[in-house]
Structures are given as C-alpha cells and as structure tokens.
C-alpha cells in the first residue's frame, strides 16, 4: 500500500514513541529525525481549534529537507473550556490537568503536517473523550507511577488512567495518543 511514497525518504519530526509507533502500524517506512529548539508559542489569537495545526506547520517549516525526503510533524493539544493543557510543567501541574478532566468531556485536537521541498500540506482532527469522576487518590497514583509530564493534558489513554477512566470517545482513538493514522492514511495516499 501506499506506492506513491516509494520515491520519498520519509522522515517523522518526532521523538515521540506513540508516533513512531502508529506510523508503523500504517506500514509506512521511515525514520526518526527530532526537530529541536521550535518556539512553540503561538499568536493570542488564535482560535483553539488551529493551535495544534499551526504547531506542526511551526515545527515542519524549522526543519531543512532534501529534494526526496517528505516530513511528517505533528502537534496534539486538550483543550477544556476552550483551554489548551499542553504538558503539564510537573507533577502539580499534571494533577491540575487531571482534576479539570475529571467527570466531563473534553476535546483531543492532533495537527499534522506532511512537507516536501515543493509542497505542503495540513490537517487536523478532533476526538471528545469523557472521563468519569476522579478521585484525587486515583489522580495521584497514576501521576506517581506513570509521570505523564510528556503527554498533552497530563494523560496517556493507553495507560491506567485511560483503562480506568474513560467512559466515552468520539472520533479516532489514536488521535488521542497523538497520530489521526485514519486521516493520516487518507492524506498519504493522496499526496
């Protein structure tokens, strides 16, 4: 699958393992290049919804590319009451994110940018997760034995907290770990 990438040398700007991991999952062969020292800082007025999108065209445009080579950069944001809990600054900060998650729904927003020397091209995707009410004795477990300071919004779906916690999801589940592979999919083969 996937024939029109064979002439690319596909690079992913991620450092992130559930993204080398879902960009595996779509057979999809590539490597590993981090993109360091990107200020993620974003205009004041920017809509929520456009943040993770402008990150990853942020994070793409910060990396040089050979003629062959297409980039693959992406952003994920949570956003509850319109907003944005990145990573979570410390183990205070996680158990803030968690206690504004606990008992409602919030939105899971991915940006992905995928770049060539000569073309580029953006999407994003949403997905709303409900978590049941948490207890803070459920909080601070899962911040001591899980340290979810790498994770938007202080959580990782596949962990503990997910298992235990979360009684709903509308849209792609793996666009919460941080990758819409669906629309991901779609824009590879298109490209």
Known sequence: MLDNLKKYDIVLGSNSPRRQQLLASLDVKFRVE????????????????????????????????????????ADTIVTVDNEVLGKPTDAVDACRMLRALSGRSHHVISGVCLRTADRMVSFSDTTVVTFAPLADDEIDYYVTHYNPVDKAGAYGIQEWIGNMGITGLQGDFYNVMGLPTRKLYQALKAF
Not at 43 to 58: G, H, I, K, N, T
Not at 59 to 65: E, F, V, Y
């Open 34 to 73: 981090a993109i360091q020292g990107i200020d993620e800082t974003y205009p004041a007025d920017l809509p929520v919804a456009q943040v993770p999108e402008y990150l990853s065209r942020l994070k793409s445009q910060g990396h040089p590319l050979q003629p062959s080579e297409l980039l693959i950069t």
